[in-house]
Nanobody, 125 residues
């Protein structure tokens, strides 16, 4: 069983930055990646970024490329999401999730077995 805990959310002005953290209790053989997803009020949950635990490779949704950076401290089982140049459209609840994905299917939410409770990010213009 993997427990995930997000932190670092808050309120920020447009153009500002935040760093989200995701702490994992453990990794299992069914876990090869950690991803961030987000859900805005009235919208479906969408993918943001993924990092593969083994080799550190990453991928991003087009909407956050260049502005967001996902990274990890493997020894501490921590994953970070550095968010720069924030826009009001980035306002959402942000969740980290652990699962097994490959190829380009990291955006498939059904591939993730474990989810955190979320951390709220609010960007005001």
């Amino acid at each position: 069983q993997v427990q995930l805990r997000e932190s670092g959310g808050g309120s920020v002005q447009a153009g500002g930055s935040l760093r989200l953290s995701c702490a994992a209790s453990t990794y299992t053989i069914s876990t090869n990646c950690i991803a961030w997803f987000r859900q805005a009020p009235g919208s479906e949950r969408e993918e943001v970024a993924v990092i593969y635990i083994g080799d550190g490779s990453t991928d991003y949704a087009d909407s956050v490329k260049v502005r967001f950076t996902i990274s990890q401290d493997k020894a501490k089982k921590m994953v970070y999401l550095q968010m720069n140049s924030l826009k009001s459209d980035d306002t959402a609840m942000y969740y980290c999730a652990a699962g097994w994905t490959y190829g380009g299917n990291w955006n498939r939410q059904g591939e993730y077995n474990y989810w955190g409770q979320g951390t709220q990010v609010t960007v005001s213009s």
